[in-house]
């Protein structure tokens, strides 16, 4: 019997390689939506959770849907925020960091913690990030 003709299947269900090709697909972001959602973590360090509208208009803003959105922020607190917390507590354990170029880096002190690579307006200007006069975070 010819099991070709068993079912009115193409026979692509049955080919390992593309089942393999379609599980492993990854969706790979727009860097302008990336953006977004970097800069609003960035504004949101303390507390960065968005609310379900703001998660909304994140969505709205990059293109992605809600689903998106959320499994993005999952990941940016596990790979973003959570490593300069550990660097912040490790710095803090050690004393201060320097840069490159040898010179002290500074930080600032938010929420009884100390934050490094990340500074206020003013501190050490031209270095990593700042904030801008409209209170968004630029790299420098």
């Given amino acids: 019997m010819d099991n070709s003709m068993a079912s ?8 390992p390689d593309k089942e393999k090709k379609r599980n492993k697909k990854r969706g790979i972001f727009p860097k302008v939506a990336t953006n977004i959602m970097r800069a609003w973590l960035f504004q949101h360090l303390t507390h960065p959770y968005p609310s379900e509208e703001q998660k909304k208009q994140l969505a709205q ?3 992605l849907t809600i689903l998106q959105v959320n499994n993005w922020f999952i990941n940016a607190r596990r790979r973003i925020v959570q490593p300069m917390i550990d660097q ?5 354990s050690q004393g ?3 840069n490159p170029d040898g010179q002290p880096m500074g930080g600032f002190v938010m ?10 307006p003013g501190a050490m200007g031209g270095m990593g990030m700042n904030m801008g006069m409209e ?6």
Avoid: E, L
Wanted: proline share 11%; net charge negative; hydrophobic share 15%.
């Fill in 88 to 92: 912040s507590n490790r710095a803090v």
């Fill in 135 to 140: 209170g968004q975070w630029h790299y420098m």
């Fill in 111 to 120: 929420d009884g913690q100390q934050h490094m690579g990340i500074r206020p």
């Fill in 96 to 98: 201060p960091p320097y």
């Fill in 8 to 15: 009115p299947s193409t026979g692509d269900d049955d080919d």
């Fill in 61 to 63: 803003d990059t293109g």
